[in-house]
């Protein structure tokens, strides 16, 4: 399973890095998402696969002896799931307000001075 994770992660991150390298708008917000979605599981991956039972400890215990799945990365993913949602709901609203404005998805025309279109 971890295996077959790591490869993912992998796969996610380049694909990820090759669309960021790209000169459209969108690739390069579908770049973000991708590289996102593989620090996720990244840091899944990272905070050991294990089947268990929820940590609650019982009242009469003194200390944990079952196996039990870690909630650290659990919640680390879920705050960074909510971040990269904002992140990406901010590019689409600034991706559209520069597609109106410049009538064109290439990132190239950015750096276009209007001086130079007489």
Request: hydrophobic fraction near 55%; proline fraction near 4%; charged fraction near 15%.
């Amino acid at each position: 399973m971890e295996l077959l994770l790591v490869i993912l992660i992998g796969v996610l991150y380049a694909t990820g890095i090759f669309m960021l390298l790209r000169r459209s708008m969108v690739k390069l917000l579908i770049g973000l998402i991708l590289l996102g979605n593989g620090a996720n599981l990244l840091i899944f991956l990272l905070g050991r696969i294990t089947k268990g039972a929820p940590p609650v400890i019982d009242s009469a215990a003194k200390f944990f002896t079952d196996v039990y799945a870690d909630p650290i990365p659990q919640a680390l993913i879920l705050t960074a799931i909510v971040i990269s949602f904002g992140l990406q709901a901010f590019a689409i609203v600034l991706l559209k307000r520069v597609y109106v404005l410049i009538n064109s998805d290439d990132l190239d025309d950015l750096n276009t001075p209007e001086e130079e279109d007489i």
